[in-house]
């Protein structure tokens, strides 16, 4: 089975803190994904990645920034927290033309 | 622009009642429908993939269909326990992203 594994289930931080949020899948996929999740918004995507050090800004990239260095992870930057991005978080990888597996989730919340 | 509908918002059904929801998709061309199932609180889990329209998919009580513009999730005889979130995702030919649905939230009532 893929497995997709996130850092963390629950986070808080302050205002203005620089907050890193860990994917780690197994299944030697190339492309990850960070999306965050809010009521009556959906899965927006943040950023993605579809090989290693390669990344490509989503529909709401700004306050936010990646790190690729290893195929198998795939880090999501909050440089400055803030209070409009506590969200749940949420990693996913794929193959390229197949279905995404996603992690369980980061609930992330900014004070 | 790619878009994805999903209809309706939300369901409540009794157990035993079977039902379809609907995920409407604008796309230049399609590399994949997705169907996913999400609890409160939890990540996505993956249910079925429909490449090309006529394909069908099948999981216990779940089976998806596609259509050139939607495809449709049918429920056989729900149980408690089928509750959740259903989102659907397309993913373009020519893209590597996926565009999600903003989810149809079912309840089954005992």
């Known amino acids: 089975d893929v497995k997709v594994t996130q850092s963390s289930r629950y986070l808080v931080k302050r205002t203005g803190e620089k907050v890193f949020l860990e994917c780690v899948q197994d299944?030697?996929?190339?492309?990850m994904f960070w999306y965050r999740q809010d009521p009556g918004l959906g899965l927006r995507l943040i950023y993605f990645?579809?090989?290693?050090?390669?990344?490509e800004k989503g529909d709401i990239p700004e306050g936010y920034s990646v790190s690729r260095e290893k195929k198998e992870r795939f880090s999501l930057i909050l440089e400055s927290a803030s209070t409009n991005q506590t969200s749940m978080y949420l990693c996913?990888?794929?193959?390229?033309?197949?279905?995404?597996?996603f992690g369980q989730g980061t609930r992330l919340t900014v004070v | 622009e790619d878009q994805v509908t999903q209809s309706p918002e939300a369901l409540r059904l009794q157990e035993g009642e079977s039902s379809s929801l609907n995920c409407s998709y604008t796309?230049?061309?399609?590399?994949?429908l997705f169907w996913y199932r999400q609890d409160p609180g939890k990540g996505p889990e993956f249910l079925f993939t429909l490449y090309s329209a006529g394909e069908e998919k099948e999981k216990e009580r779940l089976k998806a269909t596609l259509t050139k513009k939607e495809s449709f999730l049918h429920i056989t005889a729900p149980k408690p326990e089928d509750s959740a979130t259903y989102l659907c995702a397309v993913r373009e030919a020519d893209g590597q992203n996926f565009v999600f649905g903003p989810g149809t939230r079912l309840s089954v009532l005992p």
């Open positions: 796309v230049s061309g399609l590399r994949g």
């Open positions: 996913a990888s794929s193959l390229s033309e197949a279905e995404a597996f």
């Open positions: 990645s579809y090989d290693v050090k390669m990344k």
């Open positions: 299944m030697d996929h190339e492309n």
